[in-house]
């Protein structure tokens, strides 16, 4: 099991609610990221972090921030839920610091369980 | 546009048959990963196949790679009941992050 951890597991809000998704991982890892992912469907890279105070929009467009203050917490927050911000969210963390990312690369991606959102 | 593309997009076999699923891509890659989804949760990583591979095995796995062709196969053998679940390819680029595919929904009957 991946040490990286997602609350809550679900969440239905109403809309026009602020919420924010809680991400932690404790392995130490440089860069993360946020996927949107509906069900049996693909998933989209929303937000990406490099590391601490490194933060960067995905390329699916998203109405949510995120921030990164330490480098085992990575939260996404959403000011105003509406139900279009109905699916699931995952996060997922990868090495930053290995010789075959310094090369550009893209390593192992860890992901949490996923924060199923319902907006009614 | 997608980078990536499983097909098909849903298989069902018996337990004790073999599973291939597919995965085609668009662009030059650095390296192609693997991931396993159950339902409802996270992704899991499988294996990883660096573009100057053209194999690699783990297990009851076998991932080929052809970047002449830009494509990729999972191969499990063997599979059982508990091989059900999603499987995703997703291609590393040199950008931000991995790219998905949609992935292949396997169903191994008992």
């Known amino acids: 099991e991946a040490d990286i951890y997602q609350t809550p597991r679900y969440l239905v809000i109403g809309t026009g609610k602020k919420i924010t998704l809680e991400c932690s991982q404790t392995?130490?890892?440089?860069?993360m990221y946020w996927y949107q992912q509906d069900p049996g469907m693909e998933l989209h890279l929303i937000h990406y972090s490099y590391g601490v105070n490194s933060t960067e929009k995905g390329d699916l467009s998203s109405e949510s921030t995120v921030s990164r203050i330490r480098t085992e917490h990575f939260p996404l927050t959403l000011e105003s839920a509406r139900p279009s911000h109905t699916s699931q969210y995952l996060c997922a963390s990868s090495e930053g610091n290995s010789d075959y990312f310094s090369q550009g690369y893209n390593t192992e991606a860890f992901f949490g369980q996923g924060t199923r959102l319902t907006v009614v | 546009s997608q980078q990536g593309e499983e097909d098909p997009q849903a298989l069902s076999i018996q337990e004790g048959e073999n599973a291939t699923m597919n995965c085609s891509y668009k662009?030059?890659?650095?390296?192609l990963q693997w991931y396993r989804q159950n339902s409802g949760r996270g992704l899991v990583h499988l294996i990883l196949i660096r573009s100057n591979e053209r194999e690699k095995h783990s297990g009851r796995l076998r991932v080929t790679l052809d970047t002449s062709k830009k494509s990729s196969s999972l191969l499990i053998t063997a599979s059982r009941a508990a091989d059900t679940a999603s499987y995703f390819c997703a291609t590393d680029t040199g950008r931000r992050a991995l790219t998905f595919g949609s992935g292949t929904r396997l169903q191994v009957q008992p």
């Open positions: 392995m130490g890892h440089d860069k």
């Open positions: 662009t030059s890659i650095n390296n």
